[in-house]
């Protein structure tokens, strides 16, 4: 073991679980009235830990804040100094970066329903029940926090069925977290693609997968009296207000999902097996989640037992389909023959096919720990409205999500591309030059690329912020500071 035991104790639940067998759920989106009643509420709020339970409690609570939030509050600007600059300026907020999400058009901060100007919520609520539970507790945490809190918005989720709202399985490639700390604390050349992440991408406080810390308040001993917060691995003698937590990204997606099909439906000229066919390719697997490449064997099959080696030319699953660019499953080196030579050609850019593979950034750097949830609001205060609530965990908001949204699932040029954005989210705004970015292409094994011009856009962006999901100390320290502004 290369560190301490984790305290899952200290780490929310959210990180360790996906909550699946809790189908209710609904987030809260909180603004603080009164500082002082909300410290009080937040150092007694019952947040669930990621410590193992067994039957499954009935209610969960997760709490999650954005910067704002933590101003409110009263929190010291030098603790909060500490935090990324992304989460300190707040994902609408800046237009630069809207640019490099793809929250332009429709999908600018602008048209918003929260996340941005006046909207920008202080403190993120999720709540998740088992069958039967939900509407009790939610009315019990609603009266708990009303002394301290507005409730902004309330954004109920759809049951968890495992589906997302175009029909296809979701949640099925996620990363496994090195809880036992097995892997070394060191940068070491993969070779391979693995699926085991080292623990610091994910939790503050532990080291990542370039062997070192990522930046996040430490504070000096005498600011934490009374030795409420962890100290840190990489700075003993530093109070560690990060460790255990996890920034935390959150998209209201809203989809189209009759725009989708009827648009397939056109494309296919009403052929239902070359409509789905076409759908799979834009996905990258079928509706039951089996990849379009071979996995490894083995019974039950693992769906994520695959990487898009033996498929360079994406003849197989095609090179823009969505799950190839939000996880292309590379390794540090493009693959190739074992031994010092290949690998000296290979490093050193000799190697023709290998650099012609060489077009993908290495993946374990930019891996997200999903946590999202459906949703359908039949009778909602914006009407009839059916999408996810895109929720993803990591230690970098800029190394993580924001690499992950903007180079390789909004670029146009990924993987050597031609002007075409992410099947699924693509916003189809013009690149720079104008060009055109609403076609999607099919490879084909013999002859020139099958391509489906003139995609509409399916997925509209109605809000979005960065949030810090604390360790369960950290949040009780940061219940303890700072008076009323």
Known sequence: MSGAPVDLDDIQGLVRFGYKHHTEACFLLLRVTDPVAARAWLARAPVASAATTEPPPATVLQLALGSEGLRALGVAENTIAGFSAEFLSGMGQDPS???????????????????????????????????????????????????????????PCGELRGNEPFGFADGISQPMLDWRRDRAVRDAEQLRYTNLSCLGEFLLGYPNEYGGYTDRPLLDPQRDPQALLPRAEDAPHRADLGRNGSYLVMRQLQQDVDGFWQALDQLADGDPALREKLATAMVGRTRNGHPLLPTAKSSPPDLNAFTYSEDPRGTLCPLGAHIRRANPRTADLPPGDPGMVSWLMRTLGFDAQSLEQDRVASTRFHRLLRRGRAYHQAQGPDGAETGLHFICLGASIARQFEFVQGAWLHAPHFDGLRNESDPLLGSRAPAADGTATDSFSIPQAQGADQRLPGLPQFVTLRGGAYFFLPGIRALRYLASQGAAP
């Open 97 to 155: 970066r809207a640019r490099r999400l793809g929250d332009t058009g429709a999908n600018a901060p602008g048209a918003w329903l929260w996340g941005s100007g006046t909207q920008i919520p202080h403190v993120l609520l999720m709540l998740y029940a088992l069958p039967g539970h939900l509407p009790a507790w939610q009315a019990t945490v609603e009266a708990q926090c009303a002394a301290g809190f507005e409730i902004m918005r309330r954004l």
